[in-house]
């Protein structure tokens, strides 16, 4: 089995060239869900939504989230009535979210939902949030003021400086069932390009996931989601900046060396491959932009191999 550790967009990506190279059936994703947020009563799970309409090939690939073929008339209605819609819901996505709230309201628990969810779009992976427990991601900014993952990222467009990041909920939550099993028994656990401080991180905060992929580091292999110092998509390139780290692979490397053992590199930092070898990581170089399918395979391809 390989397990693969996922934020959304970066890490869909990645899943829809590993099913190329991987048989559906022996990969297992741990999803982040430190971004979930309610909207109109509504639980909207980002990460594990944009994975499941990847698999799918259902996703809107003009975006990397939400649906193809999407309509906006709920929204246009909320905006009628001038309530809040900058956090878009489409139509078809609507009915995601209906559906979760409506099972979790009966009881149902989030990793239960989210199986429910996979199957019904047969993506035939294992796609499991990291914990059944409510975490949520909140940013600092310069003011001292702190703000919740989508308030930053989609309201703010994140484009405000963050003085720090804080995983709420983490150190009280549990890993969802089955998860310490998958990781002690993969053959290889997979750390996807995705940001390493707010999708990656609220992952490796929830109790005993760290420590158990320190344990079983010589298998754990990370893919760095940032390229000759930039964030291909999204503030990864700042967030590292304005914590204190270096906007580069090295960076990454930094945040990552405890738990992985190798970091996949850009082509286009091949100059910093000796700086991460002494990190006491090993860089393994090769084509990391995925802007087609067929590219996305040859990094699982590699990934896998290496
Ligand atoms: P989000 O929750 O949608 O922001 O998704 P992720 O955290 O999974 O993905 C965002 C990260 O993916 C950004 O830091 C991007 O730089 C990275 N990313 C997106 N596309 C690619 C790609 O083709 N190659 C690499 N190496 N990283 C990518």
Redesign the pocket.
């Known amino acids: 089995m390989i397990v693969v550790l ?9 899943l829809n060239g590993l099913v190329q190279v991987v048989d559906r059936e022996d990969i297992y994703v741990i999803g ?1 869900t430190g ?1 979930d947020a309610v909207f109109f009563g509504l639980h909207v799970s ?2 594990l939504d ?1 994975i499941c309409y990847t698999l799918a090939n259902e996703v809107n690939h003009g975006t ?2 939400g649906l193809s073929n999407e309509t906006w008339n709920a929204m246009a209605t909320v905006e009628r009535y001038g309530g809040d819609t900058w956090f878009h819901l489409g139509d078809r996505d609507l009915g995601t979210h209906l559906y979760r709230t409506a099972r979790l309201r009966e009881g149902a628990t989030l990793s239960l939902v989210t199986q429910e969810i996979a199957e019904a779009w047969r993506i035939g992976i294992d796609l499991v949030p990291m914990t059944d427990s409510p975490v949520r991601t909140y940013l600092e900014l310069l003011d001292g003021t702190e703000v919740a993952f989508q308030d930053y ?1 989609v309201k703010l467009r994140h484009s405000v400086p963050v003085t720090a990041v804080s995983f709420r909920g983490a150190s009280k939550a549990v890993p969802t069932e089955g998860i310490l099993e998958a990781i002690g028994e993969a053959e290889q656990i997979l750390i ?5 401080i ?3 991180g609220p992952i490796l905060a929830i109790q005993g996931i760290r420590e158990l992929l320190e344990k079983n580091r010589d298998k754990v292999k990370a ?5 000759a110092g ?8 700042r967030l590292l900046r304005e914590l204190g780290y270096e906007s580069s692979v090295v960076g990454v490397a930094g945040l990552l060396a405890d738990v992985a053992d190798k970091l996949v590199i ?1 082509e286009q930092d091949m100059a910093l491959a000796k700086s991460i070898s002494e990190m006491d990581i090993k860089p393994v170089v090769t084509n ?4 087609t399918p067929e ?2 395979k040859n ?1 699982a391809s590699v990934v896998i191999d290496c």
Not at 192 to 196: C, E, Q
């Open positions: 996922a934020g959304g967009t970066g890490a869909a990506k990645f982040n971004d980002p990460d944009t990397g989230w990222f996807a390009p995705s940001n390493p707010v999708s990656i893919i760095s989601p940032i390229v930039l964030a291909l998509k999204g503030p990864a390139d850009d990391t932009i995925m802007s590219l996305a990094l």
